[in-house]
């Protein structure tokens, strides 16, 4: 079957790679309908080169399941199905307190390519990929839903939603997002849908603000009017109740904890690449008595709350997607995606 | 000045009472220019005859401050200002913990009349109130609001938010509100608006049911479907998250314990005249885990987070008001009001 | 094998049952080393008869692994266990979110016996018992413990853990405990370890209440003195922060909600065989703000916070056993048990 | 009257300074029995030079009422109380919320002396000072307690309390606790009562382990055993569920963030006088999907939790003092503490 392969920096290629076979009971494997190219893939576009090579790209996938393994009991053959992210085994201590990112039998396993790189899993821009541990890691597509409503439910839209819980966003707040792509977009509307009264949009990005108006946000434009007071103006001089970095800039960092107030609640959802973020506890974070969070996404903690909200049209994940292609033209796809016009936003594709 | 005054059951006079004075130095005295009829003011009208009689009824009343008491730090003459039907003194042990509802030395001092039919504190259905504890129950009026937009602060509107909150309405929810008058209206906006996916909006009146679609709640006449099954049927079996009894009837609070799922939660926020309800503590809260809340009003827990919301214009509380009035046809008001014709939800009169 | 198995009530014999063995591939097979009796088996012992004999009693068992299904990851042959007396499957959308009482799987195919008497899981007065969903169901006793000391994970430790945990008793809190059984026992212990300043425990047996006092709980004793007078006194005039009900009594139940204080909170995790029982929504529930919770315990959730306890020492369950006998003299020890003398808490039995 | 003088660094002198008088109705002068050095004092003792000298030092104190302003309610002359270090006006949005530390009204109006050298507010280690906001920030001292048992009330109890609250620790959790100072050491105590199973205590004394371990903690001294090493071992591979730092070093916030697991908490509760510290939010924050928090002390919400705790001899916070002197011999208590003898744990000071 065909696959996206990384070669090396901004050598991405369309190419043959091995069909997914189970190899565990726990097994299954989809047949791939959609798949989209993530942020957090142009980290590896454009990063440093990784130790290894030949590996298939890809996290956000859906599809029809194809095989299970005889231990798998709650999926079977042409069920459709999105794929998580962050695979979990089900079973451990970590996964019993619903913490898969800290599951360690998948971590010895190996999983998605993601942001890290890691090889060991083939990953689903491809016509077919294997899911370890379906039962957990699989997530069943309503019949009233379309394949695309439900692709995003893999990563982004969990991750905005997370984004939105660690800063613990609630009914009558003030928010600040930082960030109008596709990850602040949900965490926007996620806020949105918990409560709150003021989002505030940050971007430098003029169209995304405009966009972000038209979705009940506040714009700000840090290069057109100053942040910090902008903040507090629309604040009454307190500050915002939380705030929501979902780029991954350690500067950006610093100013969520800036502008919220003493009391409020900071999250970091964008992927920083520093080694090291400079934070000022004690003028920050002790003097305000904030807290402060950062996360990787558990898409199984978030389905069960997001899937009633798309399927009752609170929610549609679509409104992101701004261009889509086939498969086969993966490559120009991620050149597009790179080259972070304003107007693009997600890159679908369809094997 | 004028003020509604209670002689018995359905026997309430608009005549003359005595004007209010300050009597303490935390007092604050209102300039009454809005007041509503409540639906537990109904209880006293319809209820057996109390053994004092003479007292100015009302508590959803708001207007100008007229003059404070030398230890009120908070407010000044001119202020514009809603009341919180429930008082407390701010600095007690209960009020400490924002329990005002717990206060003893306002229990001790008298409250606004409401349902208990208290006398020791004239009520607002006048043209002005004397306010104990100013600094703790009275709220300001932004600028930018209206006085009627701000006037169900007193009382409805954050009864309806805490049962939407003492029933943990979260992201996603399926909750069912017992009720579609004012208190079920503000239980189902304030459900929609803490992230519930699927408001069930429960009633014998189709016009008010219809009001209900409208809002985007699923209608649902238990006259005309069977309730258990239909709730079912709209949560794939298992039952909704959540249930809030918002009229005051011992059997709904049976059925919202009958309608939600293992680890639900039920909120009462409907006046219950009966003195015991016979509840199924084994085969209901027991066998399905569940958290069973009730409780009164505390509008200063809410003013903070409803304040912004109705600002940013993401609720008007405004939309339950069907009748207009002077105070002068106040009785007149009353006889509308307990009618209880379908299209009467609120009625606001004005010295 | 030998079993103790019910033929109506106080008609239970000691006799030959069938061997256990795995029906399905989540099973697994465990010799029985060490088996309580709880006080629900005694409402089977006391109550109406049954429809249903011949089946083996029992849910509070532990011992060795024999043999697992193939689907069984996390133990196998040769693993010292115990058995959560609440079953689930593990994977349906209840399970997921840690509510296993709702387990529809399980509730389908049996469950240990327990007061619902219900017959289709053999139980585990015996000298072996199949259990479903293995990895779910078993708790793995580390080498450091005794098995004794595990063995009340598998249902009353948790049971009185949830009892404080239902009734959020927390750091400087007076709870009210009503019953110094075993199942009390365990919930004042887990209310002194939550960080309660005062446990008050309440009880008609003197030798139990003076028991409850070595463990540094407040005795009282309601024959003997005014059960809210006493409350107030200690909680100079408040009431308490939070009550459980740990016998199964209804009018305690309305003791509990008469002496917590405006904003407490009451469990209740006594089994009341009671059909309804009358409760005082608006003088009790209402007029204080209450949180009310009962509950079927679900000992997955609480494994991994009691075990490092015992394993500390920070709490010793064998406490409460007063009796030990081997299986074949099971009969007398549930006639022990049944006439609950004083100084009868808890019967072991050793196949 | 006489008190402790900063004229600059390690230049304090005890001298005659000004009576304290009420200044505004919502005053309270005390007469001061008991006052303590803080290790926060150090700060100021060690640091650099502030622009202004003369000011009195000293936050932890407490004596008896001597005068009270006319709009002081909960308290009259003769009262014995403890003062909070942290001042609130009690009627802000922000004192509203409980978050007196974000209180405008006494930025403005200056607050005791401590780290950051605020001079506007006279302090406590004099015989007599004078209280803003008598009824939000003085707190009644029980009869059956000595003034010394509920000293640290005002400061140190409830911040090493905080820590354990911000690092939410719980029933079963293990924690880590750096530093066995004064403060290290209520963090230990409160994350005892509230729950750990095991509760590390980290320092480089010998003396102070060998007492953390008659507390109940596992003593570990970095310089002579691993630390990640042993906190994995301790905690069968998975790393502690939180850790809380007391001390005040950046190097041991890092630490902090290594040794607690996926899911896991971090509270900063030691004074960190650099700007910025550099933190890992990517390998450490997001990978771990950690909470972490830091904050100033706000007493007003501790006292209703503590002194029951203490009163009920749960908790006796004497335990930490070691050196007990007059007043006038204040200037060589600094010294004693600041030589940091491993056996000085905390100077209490009588005048």
Redesign the interface.
Known sequence: MKGIVYHGQEDFRVEDVADPKIQD?HDAVVRIEKTAICGSDLHLWHGDPLPITGFTLGHEFGGVVEEVG??V??FQKGDRVVVSCTAGC??C??C??H?Y??CQKVAAAGAFTNVFGNPLLPGGQAEGARVPFA?TNLFRVPESLGLEQALFLTDILPTG?MGA?LAEV?????VVVFGCGPVGTFAQR?SQ???A??VIAVDLHEGRLERAKERGCIPLNPAKEDLRERVLELTHG?GADAAIEAIGV?SL?RDAIDVV???GRVS?IG?????????????G????????????V?PQNHV??????I??G?LDPTEIITHRMPLADGVAGYEVFAAREEDVMKVVLTP
């Open positions: 009971e005889s231990a009991g709650r089900g079973q201590s970590f019993h307190r913490l990112s800290g039962d939603t819980e609630g009914f009558g707040d003030t996620a849908i918990r409560g009264a003021m307190e350690p960092v107030r003493t009391g970091v992927v920083i690449t520093a080694d090291e973020v400079p934070l000022p506890i004690m003028s974070l002790m003097a305000k008595n904030l807290t402060f969070r950062a996360g990787l558990m069960q709350s997001l899937m009633p909200l399927e009752q609170r």
